[in-house]
C-alpha cells in the first residue's frame, strides 16, 4: 500500500525539510570521504594505512598522513622501503607496495587533505 | 502541488538516502544483501568496510553483545594500566554512521543452498553472500576437569569481558607471596604473544603490590613467539618472579582440580594461589557447525577473497581461519576482512578489485614503558597468505626506542578501533 503525503500547505515546509536533509547529507557525506566512501584503487590502497593512520586528521601520536602532499608522501614511502627512514612496521608496509600503488595512494591522499581542507 | 509518495519518498528520513543515489546502482535490481556474522575485530571490519565502499549493499550485522570489548590490550587492563571502559566499543557508528543493520541475536544455522541464515531469536535472513567470523572456542575437556563451568573459578580470560573482570579481582585479592599459574596453549591459538604478555603486565603489578608474589608458566610448547624478547625482558623488568616451563618438562598439561586450584602435569602436580588457564582452541561453533572447518578445526580460505574453501559463497575472516602464515590477531582480522570486502564489493557491484594487502602488527608490553613489535607483510601463494617480509624488534635495542614503541603501540589502539568501530 502507498501512504500519501499530499497535505498542500504543507508542500513548501517539506521542501525545506527536504533541502535541510539534503545539506545534512552532503555534510555526513563530506566527512566519511575521509575514509573509504568509494572503492577505487586509492580507496582501496588506504585501507592499509587506516590501520594505523586516522585520515580525518586526527593525530594521537601516530602522525597524520593526509598533510603530505603527492612529492612528499613518495619520497618519504621511499625512505621507508631502503630503510633510510627508520620505522619496521613503515619499512614492511613500503615494501609491499608498487611504485605504481605509492604514486595512486599519494594522489588519493592528496586528494583527501584537500577535501578535508574545504570543511 | 507536488503529491510525494512513500515509495517515490521512501528514503526521505534517511541520510544516507544521498549516498544510494549518489552511488551507482546495480541495474535496477533490489540492493545486494551481505549478512556478516560476528562483531569483532574482523566482522565489524568487514560490515564497515561493505558498507563505506558500496552504497547499494544492504549489510546486516548480527551480533549478541550490545557492546564489545577488545581482547587486545586487555593485559593492560589486568595490571591496572588500563580502564575497563577504555576497552568497550559499541556499534553505534557503525549503524548511524554507516547505516548497517545490527542485530543483537546469534547466528542458529545456515542454509548455503537456500542462502538463508537462521538466528537463535528465530529471525531468518536471506543473503546473497555472508561472511563469517566467529572467532575461537575452546577445546573444553581437553584438559581433565576444565570445563564451562570451572572457568567461573578459574578464568581462561581469552575473550575480554566478564572473563577478565573476573581474572582481575582475583590478582587484586592475591595475597603477597602468592603463586600466579598461567597455563600457555598449544599453537594455533589467539595471539601468539599474548599469554607471555600476560605475565610480563601481571609481574609488573606484583612488582609494585605483591613483590614476594611469583609467576608459574606451564606451557604446552616447547618454544613461543618472541620468546628472547620476552626472556630479556623478564630477566631486566622482574628477575626471579617468573618461570616457564616448556612442554618438554611438563610432559603436557593433563587435569586439574578446579576446587583446589591443582593443575596436573605427566610428571606434577602445581597449587596455584590464582590460576589462568588458557586452553586448547578451534574455530567458533558456527564455522565448525556450517562445515566451514577442516579436520584441524579451522577453516581454510582462498587467499584473494576470504571464501571458504569448504563452502562455496561463504566468506571467512579472523581468528576462525586457518589462513597460510597469518597469525591469529586483531591486526590480521581486521586486514583480511578489508581484503574480503573488497573482493565481495567486486563480485557483487563488478568494481576493480585490487591485488590483495595483508599485514599484520603486534605491539607488546613487556612494562609500560617497555613496548616491542613486530611487522609482516603477506602475499597468497600456492593458495594460502604466505610471509612475504617479517620485522620484529631485537633484544637490545635501547630504552628510549622501546619507550617510542609503548607510546605508539597506545596511539595505534586509539586509530585502530577507530578503523573497526567509529
Request: aromatic share 8%; glycine share 8%.
Amino acid at each position: 500500500m502507498t501512504a500519501k503525503y499530499c497535505r498542500g500547505a504543507n508542500a513548501s515546509g517539506m521542501r525545506q525539510i527536504i533541502a535541510l536533509s539534503i545539506a545534512a547529507s552532503l555534510i555526513i557525506l563530506v566527512a566519511d570521504r575521509s575514509l573509504a566512501a568509494d572503492n577505487g584503487r586509492g580507496a582501496q590502497l588506504a585501507t592499509v594505512c587506516v590501520s594505523c593512520h586516522r585520515l580525518d586528521g586526527s593525530d594521537k601520536g601516530i602522525p597524520s598522513i593526509i598533510g603530505l602532499d603527492e612529492e612528499k608522501f613518495a619520497r618519504v614511502m621511499e625512505a621507508f622501503k631502503s630503510d633510510e627512514r627508520s620505522s619496521q612496521i613503515m619499512h614492511a608496509v613500503a615494501l609491499s607496495l608498487s611504485d605504481e600503488e605509492i604514486t595512486i595512494l599519494a594522489q588519493y591522499l592528496a586528494a583527501q587533505r584537500k577535501e578535508t581542507k574545504r570543511r | 502541488m507536488t503529491c510525494w509518495t512513500r515509495r517515490k519518498f521512501g528514503c526521505f528520513a534517511g541520510v544516507t538516502c544521498l549516498a544510494s543515489l549518489s552511488s551507482p546502482v546495480v541495474g535496477s535490481q533490489a540492493r545486494a544483501r551481505v549478512v556478516v556474522i560476528g562483531g569483532g575485530a574482523g566482522g565489524a571490519t568487514v560490515a564497515k568496510y561493505l558498507a563505506a565502499s558500496a552504497g547499494t549493499l544492504d549489510v546486516t550485522l548480527v551480533e549478541p553483545k550490545k557492546q564489545y570489548t577488545t581482547c587486545f590490550f586487555s593485559n593492560l587492563y589486568l595490571a591496572g594500566l588500563r580502564s575497563f571502559e577504555s576497552l568497550t566499543h559499541d556499534y553505534e557508528t557503525l549503524t548511524q554512521r554507516y547505516g548497517i543493520n545490527v542485530i543483537r541475536d546469534s547466528a542458529a544455522a545456515i542454509d548455503p543452498v537456500a542462502k538463508i541464515v537462521r538466528l537463535e531469536g528465530g529471525t531468518k535472513l536471506s543473503y546473497d553472500r555472508i561472511v563469517v567470523a566467529p572467532g575461537i572456542a575452546f577445546k573444553y575437556g581437553a584438559i581433565e576437569g576444565y570445563d564451562e563451568a570451572a572457568t567461573q573459578t578459574i578464568p581462561h580470560a581469552w575473550n575480554a569481558g566478564p572473563q577478565t573482570k573476573l581474572l582481575r579481582e582475583q590478582l587484586e585479592s592475591m595475597e603477597d607471596g602468592g603463586v600466579f599459574l598461567l597455563v600457555a596453549p598449544p599453537d594455533p591459538f589467539r595471539c601468539p604473544p599474548g599469554p607471555y604478555e600476560r605475565a610480563s603486565l601481571v609481574a609488573y603489578y606484583f612488582k609494585q603490590y605483591k613483590p614476594r608474589a611469583k609467576i608459574l608458566i606451564l606451557d604446552a610448547k616447547d618454544s613461543f613467539f618472541e620468546q628472547d624478547l620476552f626472556q630479556d625482558g623478564w630477566n631486566r623488568h622482574y628477575p626471579g618472579m617468573i618461570e616457564w616451563l616448556p612442554g618438554q618438562f611438563t610432559g603436557g598439561i593433563k587435569a586439574v582440580d578446579v576446587k583446589g586450584r591443582l593443575v596436573k602435569t605427566a610428571s606434577e602436580m602445581f597449587k596455584a594461589t590464582v590460576a589462568n588457564i588458557i586452553p586448547p582452541q578451534m574455530a567458533g561453533e558456527l564455522a565448525r557447525q556450517a562445515g566451514l572447518a577442516d579436520e584441524s578445526g579451522w577453516c581454510p580460505v582462498d587467499p584473494v577473497t576470504f571464501e571458504s574453501k569448504l563452502q562455496l559463497g561463504i566468506h571467512v575472516v579472523g581468528d576462525a581461519t586457518s589462513a597460510g602464515d597469518m597469525p591469529k590477531s586483531a591486526f590480521a582480522a581486521n586486514s583480511q576482512a578489508k581484503v574480503c570486502a573488497f573482493a565481495i564489493v567486486a563480485a557483487l557491484t563488478g568494481s576493480a578489485r585490487l591485488a590483495p594487502h595483508l599485514f599484520n602488527t603486534c605491539f607488546t608490553f613487556l612494562a609500560p614503558d617497555d613496548a616491542v613489535s613486530d611487522a609482516i607483510s603477506f602475499k597468497p601463494t600456492a593458495g594460502a597468505p604466505k610471509i612475504s617480509d617479517i620485522f620484529i624488534s631485537k633484544v637490545g635495542e635501547n630504552a628510549e626506542t622501546r619507550r617510542k614503541a609503548a607510546r605508539e603501540a597506545g596511539a595505534w589502539y586509539a586509530a585502530f578501533t577507530h578503523d573497526i568501530f567509529g
